[in-house]
């Protein structure tokens, strides 16, 4: 039985094609695929883009940090990400003498490239189909539970094994198709990564919120690194004695531009996707969850930007927490109006009705989604409490911090708070505390309030604002210094302490709940997984992305948003001169950008008499692609992967080619930013330029 599973799964897992460009295919399989990409325009082999024989263009791409992508763009170890994903380490840089944020970081020279310590990259050694090993011993009379313990037995000693074949080597066991099969990923880390350049962020995050995944588009979101080896090129932790890196492969760039219709592909580290969930449970994602979820960031924000908007020493204080706090915000509402628009939830209902039928006659899959929906139901509103609880009394920062605080080792406790209270704001806690606990006495069932929340509400006759009042002021979190003097045994029974562990030890036994109904029903998608694969023969499946490297193909294409609407696939200068405005934050470019615009002192990098900025492509993509390599059909780097259109962020759960579009900024871009704007050239002297069609264009 198993290995008939594992055969089917080995071939369908990558064949069939009915919906253009939708999906994320793994590497090692990609020579199923690679046909298709040629007629779409790939003039490369599949050897050139995964290989364990050669270099391939895979040895040119990190997994940066723990959740953004980045390719190296020099024989030297230097490498491209996003603005967004360096931003961490750019702020921590920052000071108010130092303010790389506002005013953008260049090293010119090696000894300036600054180290981050905790950031690491890893490169992808190789991926391998590990399905028998891990399930070995496993017999189907197992519950899901043993058999999850079974492959966490194997999965140790084979990953262990993978980990002694080379220097920093690091394993993971990852199922694929909710189990059904196993994949081992091999990686060798680095973590000696140094900051070697970032734009302001007037341009690195031109356009702020008000512009975060829309398009068109003008954002110059990278940043420049450096990966250090020792003197044998291996891995090692930071030192003064490293050298640049010298990796296997490094992306040469092209300078031909983009043109709408041109073959593209993004490799890199797509983090999570739920295309084959049921449609109860779309349903609850668009109808239930996330509008609760955007109603409470909806009054955060609003609370937030009013004391930015007072204070500019608040506004830098909550800069990074409030552009956090709006990004899934705004892509769950995308995503839920997307749903709806396409009627997925009724288009799923249908696939499952006639799934049904099919499965009428089966019995591995007769009455399957019957009983998956049946756990959907019997857990939904544990999982909806235990969501709205993350996200109210959870956001609460002192409540959250409160609680941290005490589980943190003593030793790390004064850094904790350090960091905590210099981007800390009472009045705005405070404010949102009220706003939160409000919304969830409303939204959430008194059969999830702990018992001394009952309590509390009862004693201050549900009156928030006056409870809100006393705990801000009784509490010994309220500031750091009355923090730091309080003896712990009275801190450990401060208010906010108290808040937090009632509803925290309720929670926990939510959440452990939710967690057992997820294993549950993990096994009854497993089966799934497999009828629907027999059902539905004509339909491309590719496994739900899980930050693991994967490859999108599609192409350069505009879209239309709405009726009588047309977006170009590519944007310029001229948007961002037209969007220029002193008096708007997100909006004021930089001076030195206004003068060379006046003079039209593009150099090499003038097209049609401006500067291409971003474009758009049908590769499907999600969070954890950001950074990622956008390349041409020849292997040439074009553009760097750092978003998606508004229309289209439902494409983590369904996929639309009239309208979910990648947003890539335009490789030229970066480059003119880092030779006219920054005058950084000295990094442009590194890397290689191909133009017209694969020759070598000198650096001049
Ligand atoms: N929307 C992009 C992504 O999901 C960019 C986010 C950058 N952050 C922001 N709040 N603008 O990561
Ligand atoms: N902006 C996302 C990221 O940071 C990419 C996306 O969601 O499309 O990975």
């Avoid at 756990?375 to 109210?392: G, H, K, M, P, Q």
């Avoid at 309208?659 to 900024?665: E, G, K, S, T, Y």
Wanted: with cysteine; glycine share 6%.
């Amino acid at each position: 039985m198993k290995k008939i599973f594992l055969v089917l799964f080995a071939t369908t897992l990558l064949t069939f094609s009915t919906r253009a460009d939708e999906g994320m295919w793994l590497p090692s399989q990609i020579s199923e695929k690679i046909k298709e990409m040629q007629e779409k325009g790939l003039e490369l082999s599949a050897a050139d883009l995964y290989s364990l024989e050669q270099v391939s263009l895979k040895d040119g791409i990190v997994q940066f940090g723990r959740g953004c992508t980045g390719e190296l763009i020099s024989a030297e170890g230097l490498l491209i990400t996003n603005h967004h994903c360096g931003y961490g380490q750019i702020q921590a840089h920052s000071s108010v003498e130092h303010d790389y944020l506002t005013n953008g970081f260049w090293a010119m020279n090696r000894s300036e490239e600054l180290p981050n310590p905790g950031l690491t990259v890893r490169f992808l050694v190789r991926m391998e189909d590990v399905t028998e090993a891990v399930l070995n011993g496993y017999v189907s009379t197992m519950s899901e539970e043993q058999r999850l313990e079974t492959v966490a037995k194997n999965s140790k000693k084979i990953i262990e094994e993978a980990q002694k074949e080379g220097i920093s080597y690091s394993a993971d066991i990852l199922p694929l198709f909710y189990g059904n099969v196993y994949y081992m990923f091999v990686y060798q880390v680095f973590s000696d990564v140094r900051l070697v350049g970032a734009p302001p962020s007037s341009i690195g995050k031109f356009g702020g919120d008000t512009d975060n995944w829309m398009w068109p588009r003008h954002t110059g979101d990278f940043s420049i690194f450096r990966i250090y080896a020792d003197k044998n090129n291996n891995p090692a932790p930071y030192s003064e004695e490293n050298v640049p890196y010298r990796p296997k492969h490094f992306f040469n760039i092209s300078l031909d531009g983009v043109q709408e219709g041109d073959f593209t592909f993004v490799y890199g580290f797509p983090g999570s996707t739920r295309e084959y969930i049921l449609s109860s449970e779309v349903d609850y994602i668009a109808n239930i969850s996330n509008p609760a979820k955007i109603d409470l960031r909806t009054q955060r924000l609003d609370i937030q930007r009013k004391y930015m908007e007072s204070s500019p020493a608040v506004r830098i204080q909550y800069a990074s927490k409030n552009a956090g706090i709006a990004n899934a915000w705004k892509k769950w509402q995308g995503e839920a109006k997307g749903i709806k628009r396409l009627e997925t939830v009724a288009q799923k209902r249908a696939l499952e009705e006639s799934f049904k039928s099919w499965a009428a006659d089966k019995p591995q899959y007769n009455g399957l989604v019957e009983k998956m929906d049946s756990v959907i139901l019997s857990y939904r509103d544990e999982l909806f409490a235990t969501e709205y609880f993350n996200e109210s009394a959870l956001s609460v920062e002192l409540v959250r911090f409160a609680g941290n605080y005490l589980k943190a080792d003593p030793q790390k406790r004064e850094q904790l708070a350090q960091s905590f209270y210099k981007d800390f704001y009472l009045p705005i806690d405070k404010e949102i505390f009220v706003a939160v606990i409000n919304s969830f006495i409303r939204d959430v069932d008194q059969c999830y309030y702990p018992d001394y929340f009952k309590a509390l509400l009862e004693k201050y006759d549900s009156d928030l604002n006056a409870m809100a009042q006393e705990f801000f002021s009784n509490t010994a979190f309220a500031d750091q210094q009355r923090l730091q003097s309080t003896p712990e045994e009275i801190l450990s029974n401060d208010v906010m302490i108290l808040f937090y562990n009632a509803f925290n030890d309720l929670y926990r036994e939510l959440g452990a709940k939710v967690t057992t109904s997820v294993k549950e029903l993990n096994l009854l998608y497993r089966s799934y997984m497999r009828g629907l694969m027999e059902f539905q023969t004509d339909r491309l499946f590719y496994p739900d992305a899980n930050l693991t490297l994967r490859i999108a193909y599609g192409e350069v294409k505009g879209y239309s948003p709405a009726d009588g609407i047309y977006y170009h696939p590519s944007s310029s200068l001229e948007g961002i001169m037209e969007k220029d405005n002193p008096e708007i934050y997100d909006y004021n470019i930089p001076q030195r950008l206004r003068d060379i615009y006046a003079t039209k002192d593009y150099g090499r990098w003038e097209e049609n008499g401006s500067v291409p900025v971003a474009f758009i492509a049908t590769n499907h993509t999600t969070g954890g692609n950001s950074g990622s390599p956008v390349i041409d059909a020849e292997g040439n780097l074009i553009g760097i992967n750092f978003d998606r259109v508004w229309e289209g962020t439902m494409s983590d759960i369904v996929f639309d080619p009239t309208v979910c579009r990648n947003i890539a900024l335009d490789i030229r871009y970066a480059l003119f930013v880092i030779d006219k704007v920054a005058g950084a050239s000295h990094l442009l002297d590194e890397m290689v330029f191909v133009e017209e069609n694969g020759t070598n264009a000198m650096n001049e």
